[in-house]
């Protein structure tokens, strides 16, 4: 499974979306995430990836491409 669909079913587990997930679906706007959302969806990442992430680093990420692109610079 490439990266992009592992990310899709990590934020699956935790939303209940109608619409296409796609690299530019909002984690607020459009899966409607507030800060324990976030918290929950960092610590999924993070056990699905075997990656630490920094709640900092997790700030930055506004969309399911800018997940793409942190899990991506931290497996590496």
């Keep these: 499974m490439d990266l992009f669909n ?8 935790l939303f209940i979306y ?3 997930l ?3 679906t909002r984690i607020a706007e459009d899966l409607g995430a507030d800060s324990f959302d ?8 993070e056990e699905e990836f ?15 491409g800018d997940i793409v692109s942190l899990v991506e610079k ?3």
């Design 6 to 13: 592992r990310v899709k079913s990590v934020i699956s587990q």
């Design 18 to 20: 109608d619409g296409v």
């Design 22 to 24: 796609c690299m530019e």
């Design 38 to 45: 976030y918290t929950k969806l960092m610590s999924y990442l």
């Design 50 to 64: 075997e990656i630490e992430i920094s709640p900092d680093e997790f700030n930055e990420v506004k969309n399911l």
């Design 74 to 76: 931290k497996a590496a």
